[in-house]
């Protein structure tokens, strides 16, 4: 059983940055997209950023594209996320994620596993 296992949440003031983790365990996810979704206050999940390994191949969000910076190790079968200039509206519920299909996809139901999620405040 594929588990995914986050740290590295917490609370930053506008303008700072964060890194974020993620380390998969139970299988190798190395032929995978890994990437990140995050659910803000009363709102609906939404994609962040998801890499494969092959290239690799980067997708980002418009909301963080050229601020939050993905990578990841395969050695450690691991995936990071790096969060600069943050806003107040990046505050959210962040979450790992991971296919069991090699297609790369922007939608929460096109991902099958599914970390437990880390909050990002960002305060003003």
């Known amino acids: 059983q594929v588990q995914l296992v986050e740290s590295g949440g917490g609370v930053v003031q506008v303008g700072g940055s964060l890194r974020l983790s993620c380390v998969a365990s139970?299988?190798?996810?190395?032929?995978?997209?890994m990437g990140w979704f995050r659910q803000p206050p009363g709102k609906e999940r939404e994609f962040v950023s998801v890499?494969?390994?092959?290239?690799?191949?980067?997708y980002s969000g418009d909301s963080v594209e050229g601020r939050f910076t993905i990578s990841r190790d395969s050695a450690k079968n691991a995936v990071y996320l790096q969060m600069n200039s943050l806003k107040p509206q990046d505050t959210a519920v962040y979450y790992c994620?991971?296919?069991?299909?090699?297609?790369?996809?922007?939608?929460?139901?096109?991902?099958?596993?599914w970390g437990q999620g880390p909050q990002v405040n960002v305060s003003s």
């Open positions: 994620v991971s296919s069991s299909r090699t297609r790369v996809g922007r939608k929460a139901d096109e991902y099958d596993y």
């Open positions: 139970g299988r190798s996810l190395n032929l995978y997209p």
């Open positions: 890499t494969t390994w092959a290239g690799p191949n980067i």
